[in-house]
């Protein structure tokens, strides 16, 4: 088990290596207690289009980062608490990609796709159980409000808004953050405070803007009856480019797992 492993020259090994492979790029990742559980590559939808990256699943986060040289070097390092993560399945698209699900955080939200049916399986469950190990012990609760999926631009030549304005290189792509819905500028030129994303308001399409703006207007009515242009969007998702993968091959492995078939090494 997970649990066999945290004082373990193995896991030790296992995390140092994870450290070495993002460099100084990377953040520390050992840390008492913390077990590697599992790594593998995974396709992750990003905004232009998908991106293989390499995931490492940890009893408490999950890291990812781009992949320059399979199984020697990323860079572009991502930490994910996992109190924060809830798990949600994607339907095959016969069409498309499959065996995917979405990770969804308070902060970001995104879809990832496996090679295969089991491992898809076998992801998910190892997530799972960590974020429930990890509330129980903890004992707090699953975070109730997750920010949206962004809807990739390719599935969205006009504005999902007005489904008027075609996007060009003048007429550029914008996303709310509040539904993830591709729209155009004049159908997104209003900003909402979203504290669970930005200190500073983000920008959201006319239709969440009306929402957000009458829900905070009746929560101040309640509250007063009780007690008497700067860009901040973000409009680049910050993994999306891959400038050191343009010629990379990469290798897709079985993932691995640790703890549950192996002994552990004293």
């Known amino acids: 088990m997970v649990d066999k492993l945290v004082n373990s020259e193995a896991n030790a090994r ?40 390499q995931f490492y699943l940890f009893n408490d986060i ?22 924060e993560v809830k798990l949600e399945s994607i339907e095959d698209d016969p069409r498309g990609y499959q065996h ?17 049916p089991l491992e898809k399986g076998e992801w ?16 707090k609760k ?12 390719g599935k969205a030549p006009v504005c999902m808004h007005c489904e008027k304005t075609q996007f060009t290189l003048i007429n550029r792509r914008h996303h709310c953050r509040k539904c993830g819905a591709v729209v155009c500028g004049p159908c997104s030129n209003k900003r ?33 009856q009780k ?9 680049e998702d910050s993994d999306d480019d891959d400038e050191a993968q343009k010629a990379q091959e990469v290798y897709h492995d079985l993932p691995k797992f640790y703890g549950d078939n192996e002994k552990a090494e004293k």
Request: charged content about 20%; overall charge positive; glycine content about 8%.
């Open 14 to 53: 296992r995390i140092a290596m994870v450290e070495s492979c993002f460099g100084s790029s990377g953040q520390p990742l050992a840390v008492p207690g913390r077990v590697l559980v599992g790594e593998g590559v995974l396709t992750k939808m990003c905004r232009k289009k998908p991106k293989t990256r």
């Open 62 to 83: 999950l890291v990812y980062g781009n992949i320059i040289i399979n199984k020697k070097k990323y860079n572009k390092q991502h930490i994910i608490p996992l109190e």
């Open 100 to 116: 995917g699900w979405l990770i969804k955080t308070a902060s970001k939200s995104f879809a990832v796709y496996a090679a295969t």
């Open 124 to 139: 998910m469950a190892h997530i799972n159980k960590c974020i429930d190990d990890l509330l129980r012990k903890s004992g």
């Open 142 to 153: 699953a975070v109730a409000e997750h920010a949206a999926v962004w809807v990739p631009d």
């Open 192 to 224: 909402f405070l979203l504290p669970n994303q930005s200190s500073k308001p983000l920008r959201v399409c006319l239709r969440c803007y009306d929402l957000l703006s009458g829900a905070k207007a009746n929560h101040l009515v309640d509250s007063a």
């Open 227 to 235: 007690g008497n242009n700067q860009d901040s969007s973000g409009e």
